[in-house]
């Protein structure tokens, strides 16, 4: 992946003219569109490979199993076109590192959830996010999810990891992250999904927060 406005859309609608229309409305302003099981299971696979025509792929499936299913799962996800993974680390190294080789063989990306943005995410995963931000490195990962909900976890695993891998956060927008604030805290790209995709005019919605990004990313700079 490669950074421009540093936002990706997390295209969780369910109907597949609305989700190409959309993907075409933001396409200026989003460097990739994630997709997870909502779109994924009301159209099929073949999705995938119609939205990447707009943007980079990122498949949500939050791959969660033992080594021999993640496996499986990752191999027909990158078959169908998607440039990258978001797998679960608590399920452990050899189960992440099986999603990792199928990605190298692929040469494509895997994404690790350090801890997710939602409230209930942080009972039970922020706990172990520190370790698992640590084994995503070890297992040469693309990159890490962490909560924009929560930017003072997003500088946390920034501290850990560096500038090894790329940070991907969740949550702008709808769950009340704030782009600027997860951008400063040192996240690579901000995940915003019904603040565009329910917004009346998607493309307007979205050039809004691109100008956002880019005001906070001048200020760094």
């Not at 498949?59 to 990752?74: E, G, Y």
């Not at 039970?124 to 890490?144: D, R, T, Y």
């Not at 009340?176 to 019904?194: F, L, P, Q």
Request: charged fraction near 25%.
């Amino acid at each position: 992946m490669e950074k421009n406005t540093c936002m990706i859309l997390a295209l969780d609608v369910t109907d597949r003219k609305e989700a190409l229309r959309i993907s075409e409305d933001v396409r200026e302003f989003v460097d990739a569109i994630k997709v997870g099981y909502p779109l994924i299971l009301a159209t099929g696979l073949e999705i995938i490979r119609e939205l990447a025509i707009f943007a980079p792929i990122i498949a949500d499936l939050k791959v969660a199993d033992i080594p021999n299913t993640n496996q499986l799962i990752c191999e027909q996800v990158f078959k169908a076109g998607a440039d990258a993974v978001i797998v679960q680390g608590f399920t452990g190294k050899d189960s992440l590192d099986a999603c990792q080789e199928v990605a190298s063989e692929y040469k494509k990306d895997i994404f690790v959830i350090s801890e997710m943005s939602h409230p209930g995410g942080a009972e039970f995963l922020q706990p172990v996010a520190e370790a698992i931000a640590k084994m995503a490195a070890e297992s040469g990962a693309f990159g890490l999810v962490a909560p924009a909900t929560r930017p003072e976890r997003v500088k946390r695993i920034r501290e850990i990891i560096g500038d090894e891998l790329a940070i991907i956060s969740p949550g702008v927008g709808a769950q009340g992250g704030k782009a600027s604030d997860v951008i400063a805290a040192g996240a690579d790209w901000v995940i915003v999904g019904r603040s565009i995709y329910n917004a009346e005019s998607p493309r307007e919605a979205a050039r809004m927060i691109a100008e956002e990004i880019e005001a906070e990313l001048r200020k760094e700079s």
